[in-house]
């Protein structure tokens, strides 16, 4: 059986917008989707922020559904303490962690796990970056604080035009970034977000990077993301089958939690939306339920991996 992930950025709202005040109100809606995948026996992995973490509601949330999900840790650098100023305007730039001095790094990450720790009374072993930041001085610190997984690798994707810090270099790039689980560092894992590359073959032609691009437009050669839009159920099924035709070791879904409730992203913007969103999520997983597939989260499958 192939292992499932299912992996929720959980922080605030409507971020895209780049808010100087940034609320949380879409981490206490969680309940209809937790409810779904608990139908499909589905365990998420809220990998969660500053923001959602010091939420009441939020935290009852977790409390009620413990033992069926996990809680990481997910770092969004310009708001989560101690706060450093970086640019003339944090808020709005949103710079990615691997900007920061390596002493403010270092800070932010032990502040993290610490609060989540205290916060819901649990070992911390899983992380996605905040806008996919990573670099290998995270790394280490990540395993000094007992982070054992990585999940912020997003294969055949560049981030590197979209700009933090803008006397700095953008994101990270991970055009030809290893699909599989994989130790990437160290003792830490690398478990990617699964993506489908269209058209890949064009890549194994030995074209310039000009006449691939060229032939990009031509054939919409692109790279899909195992995500959810309002509409994608046939692009998931996609994605999934091609993961599987070539032995992939694993699968893995990303969501946000503010695009799962109308009104706290640009994903949904009605309630009419909300339903559609909803109503293909559950095909998908029952489409899921008829593959060779399990769900697990990172805590038990690192448990998996150990014991065996």
């Known amino acids: ?10 922080e605030g709202d409507n971020i895209w917008e780049r808010p100087n005040n940034i609320t949380s109100v879409n981490t206490t809606k969680l309940y209809r989707f937790q409810e779904l995948c608990e139908k499909y026996n589905i365990k998420p992995v809220y990998l969660t922020n500053y923001e ?24 969004h650098a310009w708001n989560s303490p101690p706060y450093y100023k970086l640019t003339d305007n ?10 920061y001095p390596s002493k403010i790094i270092e800070e932010k990450i032990d502040f993290m796990v610490k609060l989540l720790k205290d916060t819901f009374k649990i070992d911390i072993v899983s992380h996605r ?7 290998s001085e995270i790394f ?20 590197s035009s979209s700009i933090g810090n803008p006397n700095a270099f953008g994101g990270p790039n991970f055009k030809d970034s290893n699909f599989k689980i994989h130790n990437i560092y160290r003792d830490m894992i690398e478990i990617p977000v699964s993506t ?15 006449l691939k691009r060229l032939l990009g437009r031509v054939f919409n050669y692109k790279t899909s993301i195992l995500r959810s839009k309002v509409s994608n159920l046939q692009e998931l099924k996609k994605i999934v089958n091609w993961n599987l035709k070539n032995k992939t070791n694993h699968l893995e879904y990303i969501i946000h939690s503010s695009e799962l409730t109308a009104g706290f992203s640009s994903l949904i913007s009605s309630k009419l939306e909300e339903e559609i969103f909803y109503k293909n999520l559950e095909l998908f997983f029952q489409f899921l339920a008829s593959k060779p597939v399990v769900s697990l989260t990172f805590k038990e499958y690192l448990n998996e991996r150990i014991n065996n």
Request: net charge negative; with cysteine.
């Open 1 to 10: 059986m192939t292992p499932f992930f299912l992996t929720v950025d959980t």
């Open 52 to 75: 959602a973490c010091i939420n009441p509601e939020y935290q009852k949330f977790i409390e009620l559904h413990k033992d069926n999900l996990e809680v990481g840790l997910h770092l």
């Open 90 to 99: 944090d808020y709005f730039h949103q710079p990615y962690l691997h900007e």
């Open 129 to 135: 970056g905040g806008r996919y930041s990573i670099n």
């Open 140 to 159: 280490q610190i990540l395993l000094d604080n007992g982070i054992k997984i990585d999940c912020s690798i997003v294969p055949g994707i560049d981030w």
């Open 196 to 210: 489908y590359r269209i058209n890949k073959y064009i890549d194994s032609l030995g074209l310039s990077n000009i």
